[in-house]
């Protein structure tokens, strides 16, 4: 079960956040309260223990108060600030200033990206795309749950979880 989380259910829920962050430029509480619920499965599963569970709380803790503060700012939006405290989760503190770093550079690339697309006129064929309208429009925020997506997916696999569930 341990491994069934970590191989399908963590890619797919960040899978789903970014897909939905593209499409609709929202990430659903759900998709963070599965992420939740998920870790609750695999540490259940995997049988953590209390400084283990420390450990991925307190990651989540910390990223989700620096996070809402960002939010409150108007810097992020609440879907990416619960989508990141709930990857922290399942991450813990090792690998966490790695996710936030390749999360950063990911994000840099996208906004750069958004940004140029947004200096010229949106193909005649994409004009019937909603979310291709959303991306285009510069009123719109950049759709940063893919980088957070894209960097969970990269940094996994150096997380002391992966390698408790998944030995070489």
Do not use: Q
């Not at 939740?36 to 283990?52: C, E, N, T």
């Not at 005649?124 to 980088?147: K, Q, S, T």
């Amino acid at each position: 079960m341990a491994s069934l989380c970590l191989l399908v259910v963590f890619p797919f829920l960040m899978a789903y956040a970014a897909a939905s962050d593209l499409l609709t430029m929202t990430i659903t509480n759900r998709v963070s309260v599965a992420l939740v619920g998920g870790f609750g499965v695999l540490a259940l599963a995997a049988g953590l223990g209390w400084a283990d569970l420390a450990n991925h709380g307190g990651a989540f803790a910390l990223t989700l108060t620096a996070t809402f503060g960002l939010f409150c700012k108007g810097a992020i939006g609440g879907g990416d600030a619960k989508l990141a405290a709930a990857t922290a989760l399942w991450l813990g503190f090792g690998p966490l200033v790695e996710y936030l770093v390749v999360a950063s550079l990911f994000g840099g690339a996208l906004t750069i990206g958004v940004l140029h697309l947004r200096c010229h006129p949106l193909p005649g064929f994409a004009a019937a795309w909603p979310f291709a309208l959303r991306l285009h429009d510069r009123r719109e925020g950049v759709p940063y749950g893919l980088a957070l997506s894209a960097a969970a997916l990269v940094v996994c696999p150096t997380a002391p979880l992966w390698r408790l569930v998944l030995p070489a």
